[in-house]
């Protein structure tokens, strides 16, 4: 299968080092200064799946230097990047081409499919960690729950297209499986996003601190039961029958793995990089908005966000 990583940061070069090494011709679309030794060297990949060297990646720095008309297309990008870069990928994708979305936060899906249409589009939910040690060599750090992959729609005509796709990414070495209603998933992962990783972002605090304190717990339960109210209003189909039900397995499952963690938008403040707040809380209260539901506390926090990537950025 012909393949094009489109965002070949920690978590794209991961999947197309394990799907180029599975046999499929993989190009990897990224910066120079990862993908440049790549070219050179080839890739290693090591951590909890294995360490394994990659020399079959054809590398590119410049949308120009993809191909055309791919039979699978991964996005990787950050979020406020995709409308952009999907419009200059376009000669990439083919009448034949699935292209699927493996970003952060809400909105992606729906921005791949008005470009490209809901019939080439997919999207998965990632949930494992992987970091660029130095130029050219990848480890996967931790791995919560397969790969989830699904329509844009439960009835969409290309489910089995995806269904199949998950299937060659799981047969490649990552756990991957189907599901028709990968919204939830999305939602899900949000939601957990949307409560710790900017507070934590703003605090400057890991995950564990900010569950620990009654301050903040009373925070990200406004958060979470603002998320939650929108997704039920959206008709998103969401494991959890309520916010409470959602918050005890919150605060007894999901928090205590990830206690040390360092929020990433902490990282994007201080390195002066552009964060993902539009596609997390700024979506959540576009879409409360549409659907008039207040979420007073998630726009306090996206505000707070904007203000401290202007001011620090």
Request: proline share 4%; charged share 20%.
């Amino acid at each position: 299968m012909r393949i094009a990583v489109i965002g070949a940061g920690a978590l794209g070069t991961v999947f197309g080092g394990f799907l180029a090494r599975a046999g499929h011709d993989v190009d990897l679309l990224g910066r120079p200064w990862h993908l440049d030794r790549v070219a050179q060297e080839g890739l290693l990949i090591e951590g909890i799946w294995g360490e394994h060297r990659v020399s079959n990646c054809r590398v590119c720095t410049d949308l120009d230097q993809l191909s055309e008309g791919y039979d699978l297309v991964l996005f990787s990008v950050k979020s406020f990047d995709t409308a952009a870069v999907a419009l200059q990928a376009k000669r990439a994708v083919g009448e034949g081409t699935l292209v699927l979305s493996l970003q952060n936060g809400l909105g992606n899906i729906e921005t791949l499919a008005e470009i490209f249409g809901p019939t080439r589009c997919g999207a998965g939910r990632v949930i494992f960690g992987a970091e660029i040690i130095e130029p050219g060599r990848v480890r996967v750090t931790v791995c919560a729950d397969d790969v989830v992959l699904g329509p844009v729609s439960p009835d969409a005509p290309n489910s089995e297209r995806i269904r199949t796709v998950a299937e060659l990414i799981r047969s490649a070495g990552i756990p991957c499986r189907y599901e028709s209603e990968v919204q939830a998933y999305l939602w899900a992962k949000a939601i957990y996003n949307c409560a710790l990783n900017p507070l934590g972002a703003l605090l400057g605090v890991n995950y564990g601190a900010l569950a620990d304190r009654p301050e903040t717990r009373a925070v990200i339960n406004a958060v979470i039961r603002e998320v939650f109210a929108v997704a039920v209003a959206r008709d998103v189909l969401l494991p959890w029958k309520t916010a409470d039900e959602y918050l005890n397995s919150f605060y007894g499952q999901l928090v205590p793995p990830t206690r040390e963690h360092r929020p990433s938008m902490l990282q994007d403040l201080e390195r002066g990089r552009r964060t993902e707040i539009e596609a997390l809380n700024g979506r959540v209260v576009g879409y409360g908005r549409e659907a008039s539901v207040s979420t007073p506390v998630n726009e306090t926090i996206a505000n707070l966000i904007r203000f401290r990537g202007q001011t620090h950025g």
